[in-house]
Nanobody, 124 residues
Framework: QVHLVEAGGGLVQPGGSLRLSCAASGTFLTITAMGWYRQAPGKQRELVAKITNGGTINYADSVKGRFTISRDNGKNTVYLQMNSLKPEDTAVYYC??????????????????WGQGTQVTVSS
C-alpha cells in the first residue's frame, strides 16, 4: 500500500505561481512513476504531468512551458512547480503513483494510488 499526501494548493492571481508537493509513504519502493492530474468542475480528470523512475517526463500540452514536475527520490516526494497560472488552471489537483507490486501469491500486477486532492484556484 502507498499513501500519498499533497500540499501547496491555494488561491493565486493570474500570472502567479504555486508549488505543489506530494509525499509518498508505505510500500513506496513499488512505485514506478508519479504524477499530477487535475479535475475542474464539470470536466473529466486529466493528466497534467508525470515522471517515471527512469526520469521520463510527460506534460499536458496546456501546461508545457509553464509547469515543471520534479522528484526527490530521497524524500519520496514529487513536486509540481506551476508558473504563469491562468484561470483555466483552476481545478482540484491530485497526486498519482503507479505501482508494480506482488499479490499474496507473489504474482506482480500493476495498480495505482491517489492522494486526497488539493484545490488550486486562479482568480483575480
Amino acid at each position: 500500500q502507498v499513501h500519498l499526501v499533497e500540499a501547496g494548493g491555494g488561491l493565486v492571481q493570474p500570472g502567479g505561481s504555486l508549488r505543489l508537493s506530494c509525499a509518498a509513504s508505505g510500500t513506496f519502493l513499488t512505485i514506478t512513476a508519479m504524477g499530477w492530474y487535475r479535475q475542474a468542475p464539470g470536466k473529466q480528470r486529466e493528466l497534467v504531468a508525470k515522471i517515471t523512475n527512469g526520469g521520463t517526463i510527460n506534460y499536458a500540452d496546456s501546461v508545457k512551458g509553464r509547469f515543471t514536475i520534479s522528484r526527490d527520490n530521497g524524500k519520496n516526494t514529487v513536486y509540481l512547480q506551476m508558473n504563469s497560472l491562468k484561470p483555466e488552471d483552476t481545478a482540484v489537483y491530485y497526486c498519482n503513483a503507479d505501482s508494480h507490486e506482488p499479490d499474496y501469491s507473489g504474482t506482480y500486477y500493476d495498480t495505482d494510488y491517489w492522494g486526497q486532492g488539493t484545490q488550486v484556484t486562479v482568480s483575480s
